[in-house]
Nanobody, 121 residues
């Protein structure tokens, strides 16, 4: 059974940083593309970032490019999302996912349960 467990969310001030983690189990982590998505209140879930199985390929939504960094540690079966210069528009539930590719409209095989990120102004 595949499990993706996010952690690291919280309440921070405008301009702050957070690092989200997603621990994976039940799959061959090193052979899978992974991604982060988010859903703000009243909005559809949207792509944030994705990383290829080896870690050499990454892709970002324009809204986070230059501020967020996705990375992975295959030895720890964990994918990370370093979020810098957060602003209130980044407030959302952030979801980890196993994806079929690193493109923005990729198919998602599995979702995590999500972790809340709230940025106050």
């Amino acid at each position: 059974q595949v499990q993706l467990v996010e952690s690291g969310g919280g309440l921070v001030q405008d301009g702050s940083s957070l690092r989200l983690s997603c621990a994976a189990s039940g799959l061959t982590f090193s052979g899978n593309n992974m991604g982060w998505f988010r859903q703000a209140p009243g909005k559809e879930r949207e792509f944030v970032a994705a990383i290829g199985w080896s870690g050499t390929t990454t892709n970002y939504a324009d809204s986070v490019k230059g501020r967020f960094t996705i990375s992975r540690d295959n030895a720890k079966n964990t994918v990370y999302l370093q979020m810098n210069r957060l602003n209130p528009e980044d407030t959302a539930v952030y979801y980890c996912a196993r994806t079929s590719s690193t493109i923005a409209n990729t198919h998602v095989y599995y979702w995590g349960q999500g972790t809340q990120v709230t940025v106050s102004s």
